[in-house]
């Protein structure tokens, strides 16, 4: 097996590894033996390997639930919308352009979304977000917590 996971011994961080190294530096500062430490999860692929990383971590901080395959393509989708928006200077419009991309994706989107939106556009308030987005008439709410894109 090429790779393994270790979990530090000073911040109790997993992080993988490949086996051939003697030592790897976790986040943390702290040099971990490799050879002495038991090796979790072996395996040959390096993207089973982030990924069980990535679910033990979860599992260590506190037992976050698993993050689906579909939540992955949508994290995905939302980086798109960032880089459409990063590119355009005008505040309405690069609202208007994230709107339109979170349509082709979700035709009626929740305030979940919003928040996402927010983040991305730098809004610190999802709140005051969504209120910019009624008042200008980009959006409309549908249902309540429901939108769409006006
Ligand atoms: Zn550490």
């Known amino acids: 097996m090429r790779y393994g996971v270790v979990v530090c011994p000073k ?3 997993a992080r993988g590894v490949e086996t ?12 971990i033996k490799v050879g002495r430490m ?3 999860y ?5 993207l089973d390997l ?10 260590l901080k506190g037992g976050e639930p698993m993050p689906k395959a579909r939540r992955k393509r ?3 989708s939302y980086t798109a919308i960032y880089e459409k928006a990063r ?23 929740d305030l979940e979304d919003v928040s996402r939106l927010a983040a991305i556009v730098g809004e610190e308030s999802s709140e005051v977000f969504l209120s910019k987005l009624m008042a200008s008439g980009v959006v409309y709410e ?7 894109a006006a």
């Open 11 to 13: 911040c109790g961080r």
């Open 20 to 31: 051939v190294r003697k030592t790897v530096t976790c986040q943390c500062g702290r040099v």
């Open 38 to 40: 038991k090796l979790l």
């Open 42 to 46: 072996p395996t040959d692929s390096p």
């Open 50 to 59: 982030a990924d069980i990383v990535g679910k033990v971590n979860a599992s």
């Open 74 to 76: 949508k994290a995905d």
């Open 87 to 109: 590119g355009i200077k005008d505040p309405l419009e690069r609202i208007r352009a994230v709107v339109s991309e979170l349509t082709k994706l979700k035709p009626v989107f």
């Open 142 to 148: 549908v249902a309540p917590g429901k939108f769409k």
